[in-house]
């Protein structure tokens, strides 16, 4: 795992805060992205008459943040030899699968309403 996510087999026990810190933002993120999904777009689409493929890119920008800050946090947890590491891994990749999902229907999305 140390050798996919690139960290070597350097320990910095300091960089567990970051680690908390970036896998707590990508979590944040990643909660962003559902509410404005799930709970906005819907309510304000036929108010101000946006479609999926209008709001698409932006969900799909949050994605990828979220993915981008919960490796990033992954790292730092490896980095730090925290002994969750493990749990912390799974949990991220857990939630890194269920946003490439939603990257995926929202591209669908916009290719279907560009057709």
Do not use: E, Q
């Amino acid at each position: 795992m140390r050798r996919l996510l690139r960290v070597g087999n350097v320990v910095d026990k300091n960089a567990i805060l970051g680690a908390r810190r970036n896998t707590t933002a990508a979590i944040v993120v990643s909660g962003i992205r559902c509410i404005i999904t799930y709970l906005l777009i819907p309510i304000l689409a036929p108010v101000v008459g946006l479609s999926g493929a209008a709001s698409a890119p932006l969900t799909i920008a949050l994605s990828v943040l979220a993915i981008y800050m919960g490796v990033s946090g992954v790292r730092r947890f490896w980095i730090a030899d925290h002994r969750a590491r493990w749990a912390y891994t799974v949990f991220i990749g857990v939630v890194t699968i269920l946003l490439l999902i939603g990257i995926v229907m929202d591209v669908r999305t916009i290719l279907s309403d560009t057709v």
